[in-house]
């Protein structure tokens, strides 16, 4: 949080108030301290992609979905902050693991369409290229949804869909000491626009959040750095709501450098500045 400059924001008043960010996982710990308040809505998709009727309560099959819920939307805990955009809501729906994986995190993403949410964090991804999100993920931009994805932690010369597609803000993970973290994929692609993935890294290494059942504990992953950047974009469409996908993408790239050392082929634009995507708004 302090690496991204994002206090600075929260000085001036922001903490994503009045932007809902969808948030396809696991699920989430609804109760969680951090988290108590965060989750608007709430939905499951069963092993082949329908989802569960009544809808359940807030519940995480794992632990993964607590962690990144908590980086976007934690809520202060006895002056411990956990997430960047603690005022913003959450659509968090259970969407992994099992089951047939494209039909259910299909599902989840027309879910986060119809509630008309303004971000989509996904940390989760299929290994290589595949084109079943291709379509869905064009309509999320034209209805004004960011599309923040996690690019994969298989190293460089790889990546995973969607967030290896042009139209996708594709995030990377980058450690304490600015550096792309070695399981961070990275990949060239044949193409004209967008021929290089991540476009951006964000801190991914030892990140701190929420657990299950009311803790905290540290992950790694750029599943920890992807949902950064999705509350960063809460923040800053709290600033300016009526501001486009490709305007708001564009002032985060532009905030990015790259610390010496990093390459472009690993890191993207480099590590996005809070206060510089603002200013760039």
Known sequence: IERLGVP?????????????????????????????????HFAEFDMMGRPAR???????????????????????????????????????????????AVARVLGGMD??????????????????WWPDFLAVTRVLRRKGIVPVFAVGNEYAGSSRSPGNYPEALSVGACDEEDRVAPFSSSQRFDRKRDP???DLVAPGTSVVSARPGGGYQEM????????????LAALLLEAHPKATVARLEKAILESCSRPRGMS????????????KALEAL
């Open 111 to 128: 879910w986060a369409l119809g509630l008309g949410a303004r971000v989509l964090s996904l940390s989760l991804g299929f290994r290589g």
């Open 8 to 40: 600075a924001l929260w000085d001036r008043g922001l903490t994503g108030s009045g932007v809902l960010v969808a948030h396809l996982d696991t699920g989430v710990d609804g109760g969680h301290p951090a988290l108590k308040g965060a989750v608007a």
């Open 196 to 198: 290089v993935v991540p």
């Open 54 to 100: 009544p809808a359940p309560k807030p519940r995480d099959s794992d632990e993964h979905g607590t962690h990144t819920a908590g980086t976007i939307a934690g809520r202060p805990v006895g002056g411990r902050h956990v997430g960047v955009a603690p005022g913003c809501a959450l659509a968090s729906a259970l969407v992994i693991e099992g089951g047939d």
């Open 264 to 275: 472009a082929e690993r890191g993207g634009r480099g590590i996005p500045s809070a206060v």
């Open 220 to 231: 790694d992953g750029t599943s920890m750095a992807t949902p950064h950047v999705a509350g």
